[in-house]
């Protein structure tokens, strides 16, 4: 007979002794298969397999409404490489990607930094005075659902009866009476992005203020003591110490940016001026319902699939070569 | 005391996924193939026998459902329709259902063999007919019918009835509503001012500058109906060149818009859009909003337009409007066709997919909307005349647009015509990019004709577009 070594409380010299598993009785089995295989189920159920029913559709000419469909292989990929409308569309879903996120993000740090550490440079660290009346401000936008953000500003930018027109040409810039905003191929996309980018700020700006008062106010106070100001604190200070959380925004900012359906649907269904401010979503749209050729509309969302995991890509490999991952990694050491 | 572990933690979450992965991996092939269920020949008669009161076999106490796209005209004249079969019908159910996402809402029903029994296949969302056609189940027998007062419905019906729902030579879609395409106006601001309506591109360039002398513009244009304009144009050249004209667009032929009919116009069109002569700023207007500027600030003077335009903006349209419509101008006054000839189609098509469950019960639902009641009830009530003829008093229900679209149509007699290669093939979307390009001035005649050879051109490239060729 012998004692087991996990019966001795604190543990033998021996404790390096793999610790016996317990018996698999119908108790551990079942709580397995209610908590490990059912979920796992559901989710392969519900999100893997949609995405390998969408790989064989994208190789189909389905029409989408009707029971038949022949295997056309790679032919969907091949005409999308060649369709000049849904490259145009790629571009403006890169071009949104790469705007959109940078400048929401600048602007809601920028925010961010001053309502928790920009304020009185005496006493303890604090935001401006009224901190609390701005943050409630910038979060409104985010409260309000896109869609409406999107109808809201199309009638801003409406030329003639639009509040912008109107407040543009009181204060004397005749050049901007009737312009149409949306309407003109130079202004469309950047009138577009600033409404994106008007909504999301106040959602970011509410996550960086979390993730800066996660960080000890007394290294604030320390750099102040050194003679940093406020500029340096946020630049040297603040952005290293929440790079994962700058590194999140810009990943969320940047699939929202791919997506951008519902505002370019909102503000120019049509694809905007000289479809300047198509984006994928739009013409997969189209193409599905009105012009009946799912197959071709789902190899667009494959593509817009890929395109989105190598934007995530993209920002790791940056992040983790201007020395994110060394950042970590001391982090973890400490 | 040493029992060995059997399954491993590690072990049990591998082998759960791979029997997962095996499970849902074989419902993802059937799902894939989830497509090609069902595809038994439903065409269930409906089971009761026919007879003159019952012309398609509709059985007793069934239920019919119809999916109606709900915009401009709504979609209770179609319950109005339903109540009148009801009472033909005692015991049976007809279900009228409105929606504004028809090809959304009816995809999946398609697709699982299961689609309402009568839809009217309208509005943006509409289901492209090239991808449902073999779907579809000829409507021939439902003007072959008598209608409720004992007339057969055929001879009750506008000449040409059957051309815009037939495809490929087969009659499928039944369009209810006939409309009509011209250029609208105020008569009463035309009559304070002396102005006469234009009837060529000539006499629209003077009319441009007299407007302006007034400090109004000639035209007015929204972002989502820059092709109003297409419309008009295409028109004008049609009457201009007849159908050499037409059938080089209906078969997507090479260069079709350099012929000199389009030339012509869209170097006319160039000039209005130089001299100022469209409200500035339309490609960034909503189009209600834009028609406003016409209908109710009088900003500009005409707009072209469908005969729905009446409706559309009856309640922002300034009191006194007397609104009236002339046919589309023509490039020179000695057309091929005569001016008076119209681009003319009913619209709002319904169709009875072939796989419904009550075909018959979605054929009898049309057969009730054909009525002389119902008829007249759609005209009077939306101010539209229905492709049943003589419905619409001298009068027009007091209504000056309706009076002048039977004038026009009088005046028209069989020089009526119609096309339907763009909606057939989707192409609006496109050529409004380039239409709002072109008329906000941001390309000239040259690159709208660049531009509109494009998408004709990707069309007929594209082989797995299915073409529908267009002989007459």
Same mark, same amino acid.
């Given at each position: 007979?012998?004692?087991?070594?996990?019966?001795?409380?604190?543990?033998?010299?021996?404790?390096?002794?793999?610790?016996?598993?317990?018996?698999l009785?119908?108790?551990?089995v079942?709580?397995m298969v209610?908590?490990l295989g059912?979920?796992l189920a559901?989710?392969v159920?519900?999100?893997?397999?949609?995405?390998?029913?969408?790989?064989?559709?994208?190789?189909?000419?389905?029409?989408?409404?009707?029971?038949?469909?022949?295997?056309?292989?790679?032919?969907?990929?091949?005409?999308?490489?060649?369709?000049?409308?849904?490259?145009?569309?790629?571009?403006?879903?890169?071009?949104?990607?790469?705007?959109?996120?940078?400048?929401?993000?600048?602007?809601?740090?920028?925010?961010?930094?001053?309502?928790?550490?920009?304020?009185?440079?005496?006493?303890?660290?604090?935001?401006?005075?009224?901190?609390?009346?701005?943050?409630?401000?910038?979060?409104?936008?985010?409260? !309000?659902?896109?869609?409406? !953000?999107?109808? !809201?500003?199309?009638?801003?930018?409406?030329?003639?009866?639009?509040?912008?027109?109107?407040?543009?040409?009181?204060?004397?810039?005749?050049?901007?009476?009737?312009?149409?905003?949306?309407?003109?191929?130079?202004?469309?996309?950047?009138?577009?992005?600033?409404?994106?980018?008007?909504?999301?700020?106040?959602?970011?700006?509410?996550?960086?203020?979390?993730?800066?008062?996660?960080?000890?106010?007394?290294?604030?106070?320390?750099?102040?003591?050194?003679?940093?100001?406020?500029?340096?604190?946020?630049?040297?200070?603040?952005?290293?110490?929440?790079?994962?959380?700058?590194?999140?925004?810009?990943?969320?900012?940047?699939?929202?940016?791919?997506?951008?359906?519902?505002?370019?649907?909102?503000?120019?269904?049509?694809?905007?001026?000289?479809?300047?401010?198509?984006?994928?979503?739009?013409?997969?749209?189209?193409?599905?319902?009105?012009?009946?050729?799912?197959?071709?509309?789902?190899?667009?969302?494959?593509?817009?699939?890929?395109?989105?995991?190598?934007?995530?890509?993209?920002?790791?490999?940056?992040?983790?070569?201007?020395?994110?991952?060394?950042?970590?990694?001391?982090?973890?050491?400490? | 005391?040493?029992?060995?572990n059997p399954l491993s933690r590690r072990l049990f979450l591998q082998r759960a996924a791979v029997g997962t992965l095996l499970a849902?991996?074989?419902?993802?092939?059937?799902?894939?193939?989830?497509?090609?269920?069902?595809?038994?020949?439903?065409?269930?008669?409906?089971? /009761?026998?026919?007879?003159?009161?019952?012309?398609?076999?509709?059985?007793?106490?069934?239920?019919?459902?119809?999916?109606?796209?709900?915009?401009?005209?709504?979609?209770?004249?179609?319950?109005?329709?339903?109540?009148?079969?009801?009472?033909?019908?005692?015991?049976?159910?007809?279900?009228?259902?409105?929606?504004?996402?028809?090809?959304?809402?009816?995809?999946?029903?398609?697709?699982?063999?299961?689609?309402?029994?009568?839809?009217?296949?309208?509005?943006?969302?509409?289901?492209?007919?090239?991808?449902?056609?073999?779907?579809?189940?000829?409507?021939?027998?439902?003007?072959?019918?008598?209608?409720?007062?004992?007339?057969?419905?055929?001879?009750?019906?506008?000449?040409?009835?059957?051309?815009?729902?037939?495809?490929?030579?087969?009659?499928?879609?039944? @369009?209810?509503?006939?409309?009509?395409?011209?250029?609208?106006?105020?008569?009463?601001?035309?009559?304070?001012?002396?102005? #006469?309506?234009?009837?060529?591109?000539?006499?629209?360039?003077?009319?441009?500058?007299?407007?302006?002398?007034?400090?109004?513009?000639?035209?007015?244009?929204?972002?989502?109906?820059?092709?109003?304009?297409?419309?008009?144009?295409?028109?004008?050249?049609?009457?201009? /060149?007849?159908?050499?004209?037409?059938?080089?667009?209906?078969?997507?032929?090479? @260069?079709?818009?350099?012929?000199?009919?389009?030339?012509?116009?869209?170097?006319?069109?160039?000039?209005?859009?130089?001299?100022?002569?469209?409200?500035?700023?339309?490609?960034?207007?909503?189009?209600?909003?834009?028609?406003?500027?016409?209908?109710?600030?009088?900003?500009?003077?005409?707009?072209?337009?469908?005969?729905?335009?009446?409706?559309?903006?009856?309640?922002?349209?300034?009191?006194?409007?007397?609104?009236?419509?002339?046919?589309?101008?023509?490039?020179?006054?000695?057309?091929?066709?005569?001016?008076?000839?119209?681009?003319?189609?009913?619209? #709002?098509?319904?169709?009875?997919?072939?796989?419904?469950?009550?075909?018959?019960?979605?054929?009898?639902?049309?057969?009730?909307?054909?009525?002389?009641?119902?008829?007249?009830?759609?005209?009077?009530?939306?101010?539209?005349?229905?492709?049943?003829?003589?419905?619409?008093?001298?009068?027009?229900?007091?209504?000056?647009?309706?009076?002048?679209?039977?004038?026009?149509?009088?005046?028209?007699?069989?020089?009526?015509?119609?096309?339907?290669?763009?909606?057939?093939?989707?192409?609006?979307?496109?050529?409004?990019?380039?239409?709002?390009?072109?008329?906000?001035?941001?390309?000239?005649?040259?690159?709208?004709?660049?531009?509109?050879?494009?998408?004709?051109?990707?069309?007929?490239?594209?082989?797995?577009?299915?073409?529908?060729?267009?002989?007459?």
């Amino acid at each position: 007979m012998t004692v087991t070594h996990e019966a001795v409380p604190g543990g033998g010299p021996k404790r390096s002794v793999p610790r016996r598993r317990r018996p698999l009785t119908f108790d551990r089995v079942s709580f397995m298969v209610v908590f490990l295989g059912l979920p796992l189920a559901v989710f392969v159920i519900f999100v893997v397999s949609p995405f390998a029913q969408a790989l064989w559709y994208s190789m189909t000419d389905w029409s989408g409404f009707s029971s038949g469909m022949n295997f056309v292989g790679f032919d969907n990929y091949v005409k999308l490489f060649h369709d000049d409308i849904f490259l145009k569309a790629v571009r403006n879903n890169v071009l949104l990607a790469i705007v959109v996120p940078i400048v929401t993000i600048v602007l809601s740090l920028t925010l961010a930094t001053l309502v928790t550490i920009g304020g009185s440079g005496t006493g303890t660290i604090r935001g401006l005075r009224n901190a609390g009346f701005y943050r409630i401000i910038s979060f409104f936008p985010y409260v !309000i659902p896109a869609i409406v !953000i999107g109808l !809201i500003w199309a009638q801003v930018f409406t030329p003639s009866s639009g509040i912008l027109d109107a407040a543009l040409s009181k204060i004397g810039l005749e050049q901007f009476k009737d312009y149409a905003w949306l309407g003109e191929a130079k202004t469309a996309m950047p009138a577009s992005m600033f409404v994106m980018i008007w909504g999301a700020v106040g959602f970011y700006m509410v996550l960086f203020i979390a993730a800066i008062r996660g960080i000890d106010p007394e290294v604030f106070e320390a750099a102040r003591i050194d003679g940093a100001g406020r500029f340096r604190t946020a630049i040297s200070l603040t952005v290293p110490l929440i790079r994962d959380n700058v590194q999140t925004a810009y990943i969320y900012l940047g699939i929202a940016a791919l997506d951008a359906f519902v505002y370019m649907q909102a503000l120019n269904p049509g694809g905007g001026p000289q479809n300047s401010t198509l984006v994928m979503p739009q013409q997969l749209f189209t193409t599905a319902f009105s012009k009946g050729q799912f197959g071709y509309s789902t190899a667009m969302g494959v593509v817009l699939a890929a395109v989105t995991m190598l934007f995530a890509l993209v920002v790791f490999t940056v992040n983790a070569l201007t020395g994110g991952r060394d950042q970590r990694k001391a982090k973890v050491g400490r | 005391m040493t029992t060995p572990n059997p399954l491993s933690r590690r072990l049990f979450l591998q082998r759960a996924a791979v029997g997962t992965l095996l499970a849902t991996g074989g419902s993802t092939l059937l799902a894939a193939c989830a497509g090609s269920g069902s595809n038994d020949n439903g065409s269930n008669t409906g089971g /009761g026998t026919k007879s003159a009161d019952n012309p398609f076999g509709m059985a007793d106490k069934a239920t019919v459902e119809a999916i109606i796209f709900n915009g401009g005209y709504g979609y209770d004249y179609v319950t109005f329709a339903a109540d009148i079969a009801q009472k033909k019908h005692a015991g049976s159910t007809f279900k009228v259902s409105p929606s504004t996402q028809i090809a959304q809402q009816l995809q999946p029903r398609f697709v699982g063999g299961n689609p309402p029994d009568l839809i009217d296949n309208s509005g943006a969302n509409q289901i492209g007919f090239n991808t449902i056609l073999d779907q579809l189940a000829p409507l021939d027998d439902v003007f072959e019918a008598n209608n409720y007062e004992g007339t057969k419905i055929a001879d009750t019906l506008y000449p040409g009835a059957k051309i815009p729902g037939t495809f490929d030579g087969k009659f499928i879609a039944m @369009n209810y509503v006939l409309t009509l395409y011209g250029l609208w106006y105020s008569d009463s601001l035309f009559k304070e001012n002396g102005w #006469e309506p234009p009837k060529t591109y000539d006499a629209l360039l003077d009319l441009g500058a007299k407007a302006k002398a007034k400090g109004k513009y000639l035209f007015v244009w929204g972002k989502e109906a820059a092709t109003y304009y297409h419309t008009m144009a295409v028109d004008g050249a049609i009457k201009e /060149g007849g159908d050499e004209v037409r059938l080089g667009l209906e078969n997507l032929k090479e @260069n079709v818009w350099s012929m000199p009919q389009f030339q012509g116009i869209f170097k006319a069109l160039e000039t209005m859009v130089k001299n100022g002569y469209f409200v500035p700023g339309g490609a960034g207007t909503q189009f209600t909003a834009a028609q406003a500027k016409w209908s109710n600030d009088q900003q500009a003077i005409l707009y072209p337009s469908g005969s729905w335009i009446e409706n559309e903006m009856k309640k922002a349209t300034k009191a006194g409007f007397n609104m009236k419509g002339i046919p589309e101008p023509t490039l020179t006054d000695a057309p091929k066709l005569p001016y008076e000839s119209l681009r003319s189609a009913a619209g #709002e098509p319904f169709i009875v997919p072939a796989k419904g469950k009550n075909l018959a019960g979605g054929k009898e639902l049309l057969r009730a909307m054909l009525s002389k009641e119902a008829a007249t009830n759609f005209a009077k009530t939306r101010l539209a005349p229905t492709i049943v003829k003589g419905l619409v008093p001298a009068d027009g229900f007091g209504s000056t647009a309706l009076q002048s679209q039977s004038a026009m149509l009088d005046a028209a007699g069989t020089n009526i015509f119609d096309y339907q290669v763009f909606g057939l093939y989707g192409m609006n979307t496109d050529q409004l990019v380039v239409w709002n390009s072109f008329l906000s001035g941001q390309i000239d005649a040259a690159g709208l004709t660049k531009g509109l050879q494009q998408i004709t051109d990707k069309v007929r490239n594209d082989s797995s577009v299915k073409k529908i060729p267009v002989t007459k």
